[in-house]
């Protein structure tokens, strides 16, 4: 049923494009924008066709990556074409159109007098950069990325929320695949929110989203790709800048860019450490029914504080060297490190079902948690003589794991008599992960291309844990091996790309202790993906893609065997848990006016076997949390990003995000009919206040949800920092705030047969950070922005 809906979606959208090409006729200009001292490209310069007689618009467009820009379906007429970039003298170039299409060339700008004297306007480059396909953040342009995690600055995105937690979603997904430097990371594939919370902003360059990836990349993700770009700076010589932040309760940050290059060699390192401590309060009520009559059998409530204290070392490294002008070798590696030292104390107390005392204690609770994550990747590419573009690619990655969690309890009772508890469990994991990728690519024509290659992973995982009365082993082998094709060509206006990738898993999942047990999972899959764009003028575009993604479960989901996170809580996977699955489509319109740009995306998602998180009551006020398929999920939504220019200075990005949720959750004896509107409201506004002062406000709102057995309640936050720049744009200061206004509270509701509960949890303070930058050797921030059709670089 869902094909025939989408053909004949897809039929429907086709004719209406073929009608519209018919009346999309005119005159074309076309030129190229550089910057006359270095003939660098102006990327982003804003090209505007006026009346001459009245100064009426008439179309407008933007420079692209290499300086080039194109004015389409014009009529005969005498116009004034103007072509303006922030620091430069604007050229204005008479027109008279006739008919015929025009090339008007190279067309330099030079550097007004702020710039000669080497005052660099900051905000050159927008911070949000909508493409069809994806979505750009330069988080260089972000005055919160001086201090902040880039955990904190994924909130800044649309599409993207990020809890109190760290737990980041996209679009309302918490499956994602995340790639550093358009690769597959392994050191952010199992714990991203542990490893994006210590990683300093700082040292990244830009973030881009894609919600539908073409068949070239893993299908792993319901949300889509999270690709993190790491600072690299290419011109020869050495350079390099230093970056140091403190803040409230104990928090510092210091990050280490160093690039050196020559003609062939091209070398890079980055060195971030972090410490990050705060304190956070909680509360959780419970009440324990029976699941028959739904009469009270008990209530627990419990209120406390929980205090994290963690350092962090981020290591990223790596060389590009040209053998000659058709092959090149790249090495690249990184490493993370993380001790943290948690620490929490709560009042717990419980009566029976007619509220007379049951228990009452003070737990006092750490947790010595240890990581370290490391990858080497190596590649190589050779480019064919007669086409820069017709390539083929061969990459070798490695990457291995270890961490483990000491965790111990003192519950120090008060009644019914007074005496003290002692308990405690140890959690080790470990692994190593190799992977193997195979690329040919094949131009087509003048703007065609053809690619295909195979992939393999092979992935091991162990995981230990020792209790005061239980103890386990849970070993995970995986391989997956998959082909891909896709082809792309334009006709016209119309661009196409249409893809297929074929994997087949072998999966075992084998609890060695305490049950000797061994359960295989193969299963084979093919993932087509579709992606179309017409452009209907210079203003307005459309596209529409689909890709077919799914949720593997990785072996903490598989592990049967009960983990307690503390006394009263435990967490458990299941070995019988199937693959989600989803079909995405996806249908985009953007249009341009001047300073303004909107960016709509009409979005479906059909989930089925989805992952939800299930809690149940299992005997002593312990709750289970274990995990299993709803029968399907549907969500629709809107997602609407407006950019531009309130004033000359005040650049704004708003963006909200709408969506329709309904679950089928029948066969976890949940109503089988569940469904809500829920959605989120982001603003950014960067204020220039003198012309090296800007302050940055950033607000949120997010609307209450479902969860299968429950709900989330509304919460919303402020954030705000101002920089000032120093020494001629060779250092800068920042001050930077998170939820100033101390209004991010989240309250989670459960409601089920046989529990009901309600958690609460909140920062104690506020979020506070200064910081100082300086830029050595003349180091620059990457005016470009290099990146492909689906926003990922090679």
């Known amino acids: 049923m869902f094909h025939r809906h989408k053909e004949s979606g897809l039929t429907v959208i086709l004719l209406f494009l073929l009608c519209y090409a018919g009346f999309a006729r005119g005159s074309t200009i076309t030129g190229k924008v550089l910057e006359k001292e270095s003939g660098e490209p102006l990327t982003g310069a804003s090209i505007t066709l006026y009346q001459q007689d009245d100064s009426t618009f008439s179309a407008g467009t933007v420079a692209d990556t290499t300086g080039e820009f194109e004015l389409t379906s014009l009529q005969g007429g005498s116009y004034i074409l103007e072509i303006s970039f922030i620091g430069f003298i604007p050229s204005k170039i008479p027109l008279i159109i006739t008919g015929e299409n025009k090339n008007l060339g190279t067309i330099y700008l030079e550097p007004s007098e702020i710039l000669m004297n080497e005052v660099t306007v900051t905000g050159s480059k927008p911070v949000l950069v909508n493409e069809l396909d994806k979505k750009v953040y330069n988080v260089e342009q972000d005055i919160l990325a001086e201090s902040g995690s880039v955990s904190e600055i994924l909130q800044n995105i649309p599409s993207v929320s990020v809890d109190l937690n760290g737990n980041i979603t996209l679009r309302n997904s918490g499956n994602i695949t995340f790639f550093i430097n358009g690769k597959p990371s392994a050191m952010l594939r199992r714990n991203p929110a542990s490893v994006l919370e210590q990683m300093p902003a700082n040292s990244i360059e830009r973030i881009e989203i894609i919600t539908n990836p073409s068949a070239k990349y893993r299908p792993d993700g319901i949300g889509g790709i999270i690709n993190i770009v790491m600072k690299k700076e290419t011109s020869e010589g050495l350079n390099g800048q230093v970056t140091a932040s403190a803040g409230t309760e104990k928090r510092y940050t210091g990050n280490l860019t160093l690039n050196y290059g020559t003609e062939n060699l091209k070398l890079f390192g980055n060195y971030g450490i972090r410490h990050s401590a705060g304190t956070r309060l909680f509360t959780d009520d419970r009440v324990y029914k029976d699941a028959e009559s739904g009469s009270v059998n008990s209530r627990y409530t419990e209120k406390g504080n929980s205090t994290s204290d963690g350092l962090s070392h981020t290591i990223y490294t790596g060389g590009n060297y040209a053998v000659n002008d058709y092959n090149s070798i790249e090495l ?463």
């Open 332 to 794: 690249s590696g990184s490493f993370f490190l993380q001790n943290s030292y948690h620490s929490g104390t709560s009042e717990i107390s419980a009566t029976d079902s007619i509220n007379n005392p049951d228990y009452s204690f003070t737990d006092n609770s750490t947790n010595d948690e240890f990581e370290q994550e490391g990858e080497a990747s190596l590649g190589y590419e050779h480019t064919f003589k007669n086409n820069e573009d017709h390539t083929l690619t061969f990459e070798a990655t490695h990457s291995a794991f270890n961490e483990s969690e000491d965790q111990k309890y003192n519950q120090v009772y008060s009644f019914p008599g007074s005496y003290s508890e002692l308990s405690g469990n140890l959690v080790e994991k470990s692994g190593h992960q190799d992977e193997i990728l195979l690329d040919y690519a094949l131009p087509l024509g003048e703007d065609g291309e053809f690619e295909s290659g195979y992939a393999g992973e092979f992935e091991h995982q162990d995981i230990r844990y020792t209790g005061d009365a239980s103890t386990s082993r849970f070993l995970q082998n995986t391989q997956i091996h998959a082909i891909y094709a896709l082809i792309g060509l334009p006709a016209g206006n119309f661009r196409f790309k249409a893809g297929a990738r074929a994997e087949q898993a072998l999966i075992n999942s084998h609890l060695k202790i305490p049950v000797d047990s061994l359960i295989p999972n193969n299963y084979f899959k093919l993932f087509p993906t579709l992606h179309m764009g017409y452009q209907l003028n210079d203003n307005h575009e459309l596209s529409l893609s689909y890709s077919k993604r799914i949720n593997r479960p990785d072996a903490d989901d598989l592990n049967p065997f009960p983990e307690f996170s503390d006394p009263r809580n435990a967490e458990s996977g299941n070995p019988y848990l199937k693959p989600e699955q989803i079909h995405s489509l996806e249908l985009g319109y953007q249009v341009s006016r001047k300073e303004l740009t909107l960016t709509s995306t009409l979005y479906y998602r059909h989930r089925y076997d989805a992952f939800t998180s299930i809690r149940r009551n299992i005997g002593d006020t312990i709750v289970l949390r274990t995990i299993a398929n709803l029968n399907t999920q549907d969500a629709m939504g809107l997602e609407m990003v407006l950019s531009g220019k309130v004033l000359e200075d005040w650049k704004f990005d708003l963006t909200g995000n709408v969506f329709y949720t309904t679950m089928d959750a029948a066969n976890l004896d949940y109503s089988s009919n569940k469904s809500t509107v829920s959605g989120n409201i982001k603003a950014y506004l960067l204020l220039t206040l003198w012309k090296n002062t800007f302050i940055q406000l950033n607000t949120f709102y997010y609307f209450p949800t479902i969860t299968p057995q429950g709900r989330r309640d509304h919460y919303f936050y402020f954030n705000a920092g101002i920089k000032q720049q120093l020494f001629r744009n060779r250092a800068f200061l920042s001050l930077t705030g998170t939820d100033i206004f101390h209004t991010y509270h989240v309250r989670n509701v459960i409601e089920s047969n046989e529990l009901e509960q309600v958690t609460t949890a909140k920062r104690k303070l506020p979020v506070v950070y200064i910081g100082f930058t300086w830029k050595f050797n003349n180091y620059k921030e990457p005016e470009k922005l290099e990146y492909e059709g689906e926003g990922l670089v090679r």
